[in-house]
Nanobody, 127 residues
């Protein structure tokens, strides 16, 4: 069974940090672009960051640039999202998603075009 599973969410104070993990089972992430998305209450799901299958290219939403870092460890079949300097507006359910790609440098990571999705992990930033 092909699955993605997020972990690492929780409650953190403003200015704090969390590291989210996205682990794949049933398939390898080696040939997948991976994206992190989030959905806050009452809002649409939005893209946060993407990483190419090679790990050599990344992109970030303007709202998280300089604070979040995406990385991957293909040997562990896992992708990470390091979140620093968290703000209350970062509160959301965070999802990882994969899109298979035959290009190691592709960053094509559209919300509506991802092939596999995890069930999400809740991040709450509050004092």
């Amino acid at each position: 069974q092909l699955q993605l599973a997020e972990s690492g969410g929780g409650l953190v104070q403003p200015g704090g940090s969390l590291r989210l993990s996205c682990a794949a089972s049933g398939f390898t992430l080696d040939y997948s672009v991976i994206g992190w998305f989030r959905q806050a209450p009452g809002k649409e799901r939005e893209g946060v960051s993407c990483i190419s299958s090679s790990g050599g290219r990344t992109n970030y939403a303007d709202s998280v640039k300089g604070r979040f870092t995406i990385s991957r460890d293909n040997a562990k079949n896992t992708v990470y999202l390091q979140m620093n300097s968290l703000k209350p507006e970062d509160t959301a359910v965070y999802y990882c998603a994969a899109r298979t790609s035959n290009s190691g440098s592709s960053l094509y990571c559209p919300r509506v075009g991802m092939h596999y999705w995890g069930k999400g992990t809740l991040v709450t930033v509050s004092s």
